[in-house]
């Protein structure tokens, strides 16, 4: 079984912001693969969709603990379905990458990212799997406040590039799990 993980902020006021693309996306998947909705689960602070994706089982889940906390409740749910860090799949922003495109690392240092340190340090490891999703605008590489940026709203157009990425993170997830 796979543990795939979007990344985010709980609260109303962060929907849609550049931060919550991994939950963003976790929704997508939901719907793509036709789990049941999320629902919270108190001993992981998670919302969760358990079920089959590509034939595959795996867990969905959306960690409730702000993104600065998110290895709190990825190390909850960990110990909670008894999985290994090795099929954790981790989706996050990332403002360094540009909008419209992805990486997928293993076992890579956390590049900045505060989830993916939390990450780190509550599992005592980085090998895990990351798709990491662009949020760059394309026109510029020089964004001068990051947290502004990163829990700013997508503009509609950028919102219709990330749609168009949800399809290549399922080709991805599903090579992966």
């Known amino acids: ?3 795939i993980i979007g990344l985010g902020n709980p609260e109303k006021e962060y929907a849609n ?4 693309a991994g939950f963003l996306i976790l929704e997508k998947l939901v719907s793509h693969y036709k789990l049941p909705e999320f629902s919270f689960n108190k001993k992981t602070n998670s919302f969760v969709s358990k079920g089959e994706a590509d034939g595959k089982r795996a867990v969905l889940a959306m960690p409730q603990t702000y993104m600065n906390h998110s290895g709190v409740a990825v190390r909850a749910l960990l110990d909670f ?3 290994i860090v090795k099929n954790i799949i981790i989706i ?13 690392q293993t076992n890579r240092g956390p590049a900045g990212h505060n989830g993916i340190k939390s990450i780190i340090e509550h599992l005592g490891t980085q090998d895990f799997t990351r798709i990491r999703v662009g949020v760059a605008p394309t026109e510029t590489n020089g964004i001068k406040d990051t947290a502004s940026f990163v829990l700013g709203k997508f503009t509609a157009s950028e919102k219709k590039v990330l749609n168009g990425v949800t399809d290549n993170i399922i080709k991805e997830i599903e090579t992966l799990i």
Do not use: A
């Open 17 to 20: 912001t550049r931060h919550n």
């Open 81 to 83: 379905y008894k999985l």
């Open 92 to 104: 996050h922003d990332d403002k360094d990458i540009p909008l419209g495109e992805t990486r997928i």
């Open 1 to 3: 079984m796979h543990l």
